[in-house]
């Protein structure tokens, strides 16, 4: 008879393995849990020494690199629930073809991460941070900024958080544009909001919010080339998608040259990354990553992972 607990769970992911809430449901079905308690930043070869010295045979996966190379070398795993939205950093058809069961939900910390980009709009645009920066200097400057409300928002990627962002803008008065390469007519219609090509959003907008994926087909999809073709606009450029979406160097020389309002980044090309020498008061914004994780977020993302591995045993069981 098929146990209905597994004998080791690995977590891999940090903010999972210091959850208490998240580590007393998922111990519910496993008799040990190996967990990444000390911060360990994987690279393929740790990770792959650390799963296989685990003998675990189901992974809590956070941002860690599961590549093709990784999964051949894994000796027990039969079973991946992803901790987070993004699936770049795993090779799900590297799973399939090694039949390794995977457990994905989308949207789990949308808006988490879509609070984040309005902060930063909100932020920028009413002079919070650079008027906070001014004030810890003993600097007293009255400049109150714009508002919000009637600027024209572009948000690239209309997907889980793209919408969420959409949907949190409505009471402002906006008048927002998006650009995804899906059709997304019944949410546009829905928001009333406007399709436009990549381009004319760029040129259009006061601040363009990135909401997509990782991978090959979003590679720096923001870089010299699209800065250079902007209008007088000179946005705003807000990252909470991932480090490799906007081109760093190109997005920072942007902002010095004044073509750009500045950047606002929760991702960075490295992680952890050293912030020190960007400054608020030339209109870069900076935070460690943490759009994903409001604490109501982690809870959500736990829990999506865990049903995975609930979903595995069933199956297990068959």
């Not at 889980?160 to 219609?189: E, M, N, R, W």
């Not at 209109?283 to 990553?289: A, E």
């Amino acid at each position: 008879m098929t146990s209905s607990k597994l004998a080791t769970i690995a977590v891999t992911s940090p903010s999972f393995s210091k959850n208490e809430t998240l580590l007393s449901e998922l111990s519910k079905h496993a008799d040990k849990l190996i967990l990444n308690d000390s911060n360990i930043k994987f690279t393929e070869t740790s990770v792959v020494s650390w799963l296989n010295e685990s003998k675990a045979e189901a992974a809590i996966i956070g941002t860690e690199p599961i590549s093709g190379s990784v999964i051949k070398q894994l000796k027990y795993l039969k079973a991946i629930g992803k901790y987070g939205v993004g699936c770049d950093n795993i090779d799900v058809h590297a799973l399939k073809s090694a039949g390794i069961f995977f457990h994905w939900e989308g949207g789990v910390n949308k808006r988490s991460v879509s609070e984040l980009a309005l902060g930063f709009m909100l932020g920028h645009f009413r002079n919070v941070f650079k008027n906070i920066d001014c004030m810890q200097s003993g600097s007293w400057k009255k400049v109150g900024g714009v508002q919000v409300s009637n600027r024209n928002i572009g948000i690239v990627g209309l997907g889980h958080i793209g919408t969420d962002l959409a949907s949190l803008l409505q009471p402002f008065g906006c008048k927002i544009y998006f650009h995804d390469v899906a059709d997304k007519s019944d949410t546009a219609k829905k928001y009333g909001i406007e399709q436009l090509d990549y381009l004319d959003l760029l040129r259009q907008c006061d601040m363009i919010s990135f909401h997509v994926p990782g991978g090959d087909s979003t590679h720096h999809m923001f870089a010299d080339k699209e800065i250079a073709a902007l209008r007088n606009n000179k946005p705003l450029i807000i990252n909470t998608a991932r480090g490799t979406v906007c081109d760093f160097d190109a997005v920072v020389k942007g902002v010095n040259s004044g073509l750009l309002a500045g950047y606002a980044s929760d991702v960075f090309p490295i992680e952890p990354f050293d912030s020190s020498q960007f400054k608020i008061e030339n209109g870069f914004y900076f935070t460690s990553h943490i759009g994903g994780n409001a604490a109501e977020a982690v809870i959500s993302m736990g829990q999506a992972s865990i049903r995975g591995i609930m979903r595995y045993l069933e199956l297990r069981k068959n």
